[in-house]
């Protein structure tokens, strides 16, 4: 089984900042992507950042120069560094991993998971 923890969610003044972490444990063999999805009440959950195994980084036009994607992989751990935050970006923060699990020696997936999320809020 495979959990993951997220942390840094709070209240910001609009143009403040807040970092988001998210940590995985458990039979971890390999994590390939990692992920932070927002979502608020009504709507779709929407894709915000994508970091690849490799580095490749994507993210949704409307956070991008703002927000930055990082991972340790010795820690299994994503970060979202939020710059410049705006009202708008006030939402449920979930990250989502794809795990590769190990199992009495065999390896399995990779397999979606996703954090508890960590509610950011934008207002002065």
């Known amino acids: 089984q495979v959990q993951l923890v997220e942390s840094g969610g709070g209240l910001v003044q609009p143009g403040g900042s807040l970092r988001l972490s998210c940590a995985a444990s458990?039979?971890?063999?390999?994590?390939?992507?990692m992920h932070w999805y927002r979502q608020t009440p009504g709507k779709q959950r929407e894709m915000v950042a994508t970091?690849?195994?490799?580095?490749?980084?994507n993210y949704v036009e409307s956070v991008k120069g703002r927000f930055t994607i990082s991972r340790d992989n010795a820690k299994n751990t994503v970060y979202l560094q939020m710059n410049s935050l705006k009202p708008e970006d006030t939402a449920m923060y979930y990250c989502?991993?794809?795990?590769?699990?190990?199992?009495?020696?065999?390896?399995?997936?990779?397999?979606?998971?996703w954090g508890q999320g960590t509610q950011v809020t934008v207002s002065s």
């Open positions: 989502k991993m794809n795990v590769f699990t190990i199992r009495v020696g065999l390896t399995s997936g990779p397999y979606d998971y």
């Open positions: 458990g039979s971890i063999a390999s994590i390939y992507a």
């Open positions: 970091i690849g195994s490799g580095g490749t980084i």
